[in-house]
């Protein structure tokens, strides 16, 4: 099982980044698939979750409303759309299912 994540990067408050996470070794299609982020000295959170078929997410209270998760089982691939950034959502993005991580994409929201 394998993850990597790209797309992250410096962005203002209130700006927009999209992240992905190209995902392989296992039948993608065939999982749920979950953004997670760890804030600098903070414990990682479950950000937002997508069902197999993509028919279905959910999102932490905190990022309700502003972010946007996605997938394309054709390419193996997840997204997260993220909008109005805050200072706050600065983190390590990365993707998850089966119990394992990716390494991750920086994500730092400063003006």
């Known amino acids: 099982v394998q993850f990597v994540e790209s797309g992250g990067g410096l962005v203002q408050p209130g700006g927009s980044l999209r992240i992905s996470c190209v995902a392989s070794?296992?039948?993608?299609?065939?999982?749920?698939m979950y953004w997670y982020r760890q804030a600098p000295g903070k414990e990682r959170e479950a950000v937002a979750t997508?069902?197999?078929?993509?028919?279905?997410?959910n999102y932490a209270d905190s990022v309700k409303g502003r972010f946007t998760i996605s997938r394309d089982n054709a390419k193996n691939t997840v997204y997260l759309q993220m909008n109005s950034l805050k200072p706050e959502d600065t983190g390590i993005y990365s993707c998850?299912?089966?119990?394992?991580w990716g390494q991750g994409t920086l994500v730092t929201v400063s003006s």
């Open positions: 998850s299912t089966l119990g394992h």
């Open positions: 070794g296992f039948t993608f299609s065939s999982y749920n």
């Open positions: 997508i069902s197999r078929a993509g028919t279905s997410t």
